[in-house]
């Protein structure tokens, strides 16, 4: 099992920038993958991004590209999305999952931390 714990929500304005902190624990991710979601009200969720634990390798969403960075700390077992340049449409929960496999369903989640960017 792994357990998520999501920090760093909160509400900024147009243009400015927060850190999302999701850290892991339980067993390992390894060689899985840890990715960020998020859902707006009355929207589906949506894919945000995603990061392979232990080469580093990267996804965006074209939404977040250029504007959002995820990165993980293998010694905290901690991942993190820092988002610049943040927009009202922005605005949603963001969840952090993980799955101790490459590719395939995300079996953990976080609990969610709630993003408002006013404008």
């Known amino acids: 099992q792994v357990q998520l714990v999501e920090s760093g929500g909160g509400l900024v304005q147009a243009g400015g920038s927060l850190r999302l902190s999701c850290a892991a624990s339980g067993r390992t991710l390894g060689t899985g993958t840890m990715g960020w979601f998020r859902q707006a009200p009355g929207k589906e969720r949506e894919f945000v991004a995603d990061?392979?634990?232990?080469?580093?390798?990267?996804v965006y969403a074209d939404s977040v590209k250029g504007r959002f960075t995820i990165s993980r700390d293998n010694a905290k077992n901690t991942g993190y999305l820092q988002m610049n340049s943040l927009k009202p449409e922005d605005t949603a929960v963001y969840s952090c999952?993980?799955?101790?496999?490459?590719?395939?369903?995300?079996?953990?989640w976080g609990q969610g931390t709630q993003v408002t960017v006013s404008s």
């Open positions: 999952a993980a799955r101790r496999i490459l590719v395939g369903p995300y079996p953990y």
């Open positions: 990061i392979r634990w232990n080469t580093g390798y990267t």
